[in-house]
């Protein structure tokens, strides 16, 4: 069973506009969240994180929201730009109380900004 | 250099073929990961290696066999493999001192095919 889901393989959003991925969670030990971002041939790319003691971490156009109660965080994109295209992977982790190195991926969701 | 390197990019091998997969990686870091992604799959973690010594092997079947000489290389050898072992294996390091809630940084993956 996927403890990390994203639940849209894919989405389209205007240049300029916001784009907003999101990610559901079930295991409610994760603690720390993580945005990675992947172009084609290359590995993922750190985006942005967000420790559980936090409901927001905002890092330029990129902010991420994180709702515990409904286990679902969120990624916005403001103003979204073509070089945005790309693949983005949420991933959790239970690392900040067990002290595991080990994330759990979503499926990713594919970004096209169209210009 | 710079970063988290992989060799090869690119891999055919037979079912009874032995190869091995490089990473290096150039940022001081303590701990590395191997993680496979299949085809519409989220990423999978394999192995994990914090300071020379294996701390997680995600039940992957003995037919890989990971090495770490030293906290900058990482291999891993692959013998009598299937053809659903074709996939992008990607390694990733991090610092090593935090757990979960550390960064990780991939490489640009090697495309394994098995034929």
């Known amino acids: 069973d996927q403890q990390v889901k994203q639940n849209s393989p894919s989405l389209s959003v205007q240049e300029g506009r916001i784009s907003i991925l999101n990610c559901d969670y079930t295991?409610?030990?994760?603690?720390?969240f993580l945005w990675y971002k992947k172009y084609p041939a290359e590995g993922p790319t750190f985006l942005i994180s967000?420790?559980?003691?936090?409901d927001k971490n905002e890092d330029g156009r990129f902010t991420v929201f994180l709702n515990k109660s409904a286990k679902h965080l969120s990624l916005h994109i403001v103003p979204s730009q073509p070089g945005d295209s790309a693949v983005y992977f949420c991933a959790a982790s239970a690392g900040e109380t067990s002290g595991t190195y080990k994330y759990i991926f979503g499926t990713g969701t594919r970004l096209k900004v169209l210009a | 250099e710079t970063g988290v390197t992989q060799t090869p990019r690119h891999l055919v091998m037979g079912m009874t073929n032995k190869k091995s997969l490089k990473c290096e990686q150039h940022?001081?870091?303590?701990?590395m990961y191997w993680y496979k992604q299949s085809a519409k799959k989220p990423l999978e973690l394999m192995f994990v290696y914090n300071f020379k010594e294996q701390t997680e092997n995600n039940s992957v079947p003995s037919r890989f066999s990971p090495e770490c000489p030293n906290s900058s290389h990482l291999f891993l050898h692959l013998h009598t493999l299937q053809p659903e072992d074709s996939a992008l294996y990607l390694c990733?390091?991090?610092?090593?001192?935090?757990?979960?809630?550390?960064?990780?940084?991939f490489g640009p993956g090697t495309r394994l095919l098995v034929l």
């Open positions: 295991n409610s030990m994760f603690d720390y």
């Open positions: 940022l001081g870091h303590n701990a």
């Open positions: 990733a390091s991090s610092q090593g001192n935090s757990g979960g809630k550390e960064t990780q940084y």
């Open positions: 967000i420790s559980s003691i936090k």
